[in-house]
């Protein structure tokens, strides 16, 4: 067990911001994969905007890795102009 003050209260944010990480890498999961089964493409136009903004955000926070976000997006936006 941690003996410093310092070290118990690392081990508070690190607990904090692993469930703030986890919390926000699968809502951007499950908004991907929201727009993956869309077929309007008014709709899923309207929910890729929102879902590209969050994905370039964790991105952006390395929740996830910007390459990933960014690759994500591409593939998003080729599914919609697909539709």
Known sequence: MANHKSSLKRIRQAEKRRLENRYWAKTARNAVRRIR????????????????ALLQRIGRKNIISKNKASNLVSALQKHVNSL
């Open 37 to 52: 089964k869309m077929t309007d493409k008014a709709e899923a136009t309207a929910a890729f905007d929102k879902t590209s």
